[in-house]
């Protein structure tokens, strides 16, 4: 039986929407939380993410403002305006998209961020208290994830969860939640031994590795959850082929996108194993739209958290 769809894009809309609603109570009060987001250079995804969360910002009710610099912006420089977005009171999360250009020192750059305005969840602080438990600010992605297996009816509790992937934006962080909300967590990454018998293992399975369609169908149990946090743009017709054979129901329209546009985004799950998982979130439409809402939920979070909301 074919798994049930996880459908990021509509939980997202949810989100959102409880969003306006909190803005909207604030607004009361006199409080509209802001968002400051800064961008350095000309990276074509990093502006389309900007030009998003600006965006979305300005349909849920909150403050934005974009602060875009030139490539050759100067660490010192970075450090001036963070210190600036730090003291000014109607700022409550302050972004700096990444990657920075290559002569940014991004790691101080990040450190100088207030914790208390750190909305990606990034600052050394905001980690620590992920991990001993204590309110603050966590990572949108893997806040995303939390919501999908939430609002999907998953339950977490007592279950086997493998995460594939360790890096600091993902990995850890959604292995972190999962542990919290008392999960049995194993974390796997490029050293893991017999990784597909390790997947096979997990009653959820949330891949976050960056390589498409690495997970097949022989890394799943059958009926267990699958997440897949992966985005990756193909350009290839033979690994389009690769993903979407011709005569399978669905594809053809995938097809036509790719034609069209010469690449479609996939996962790091195959296609094929939602033929055999319980359920499932697709790429697009699973993972990535709740990054977005988490940042504005973060936002409004973190202007509440501020004021002892
Ligand atoms: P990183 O490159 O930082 O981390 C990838 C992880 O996968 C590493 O821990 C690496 O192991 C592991 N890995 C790589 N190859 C293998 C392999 N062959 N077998 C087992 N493990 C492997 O990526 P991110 O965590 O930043 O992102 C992961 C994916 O999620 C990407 O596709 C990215 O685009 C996507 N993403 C999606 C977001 C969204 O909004 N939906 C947001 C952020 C990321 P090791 O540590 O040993 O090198």
Redesign the pocket.
């Known amino acids: 039986m074919a798994a049930r769809i996880l459908d990021g894009t509509k939980i997202a809309g949810e989100i959102r929407a409880e969003v306006a609603a909190q803005a909207k109570a604030l607004a009361l009060s006199g409080v509209r939380p802001g968002l400051a987001v800064v961008l350095v250079g000309h990276n074509p995804a990093s502006e389309v993410y900007v030009r998003g969360k600006v965006k979305s910002s300005q349909e849920v009710g909150l403050y934005s403002e974009q602060h875009a610099l030139p490539e050759t912006t100067t660490t010192d420089e970075l450090l001036a305006l963070i210190a600036d977005l730090n003291r000014r009171d109607e700022i409550d999360g302050i972004l700096v998209q990444l990657p920075l250009p290559a002569h940014v020192d991004a790691k101080k750059v990040l450190l100088a961020v207030d914790p208390a305005k750190d909305v990606d969840g990034f600052h050394p602080m905001n980690v620590g208290y992920l991990s001993t438990q204590r309110p603050g600010l966590v990572p949108?992605?893997p806040a995303?994830v939390m919501e999908i297996l939430k609002r999907g009816g998953i339950p977490v509790a007592g279950q086997e969860v493998v995460v594939?992937?360790?890096?600091?934006?993902?990995?850890k962080p959604v292995a972190m939640l999962l542990l919290n909300q008392n999960a049995t967590v194993t974390v796997?990454?490029?050293?893991?031994r017999d990784?597909p018998g390790v997947c096979r293992r997990a009653d959820i399975l949330v891949a976050?590795?960056?390589?498409a369609g690495?997970v097949t169908r022989d890394y799943v149990k059958p009926g267990a959850t699958v997440i897949d946090?992966?985005?990756?743009r193909i350009t290839d017709r033979s690994e389009f082929d690769r993903f979407f054979p011709g005569n399978k129901a669905g594809n053809k329209k995938r097809e036509e996108t790719f034609l069209a546009k010469g690449s479609t985004l996939v996962?790091?799950v195959h296609p094929e194993v939602a033929e055999i998982a319980g359920a499932i979130t697709p790429v697009p439409g699973?993972?990535?739209p709740?990054?977005i809402a988490m940042l504005m939920a973060n936002t409004v979070k973190a202007a509440m958290l501020r004021r002892g909301i």
């Open positions: 949108c992605t995303g594939v992937g360790r890096s600091d934006i993902v990995g796997c990454h490029s050293k893991t990784l976050a590795i960056g390589r690495m946090v992966g985005i990756n996962g790091d699973g993972v990535g709740l990054t």
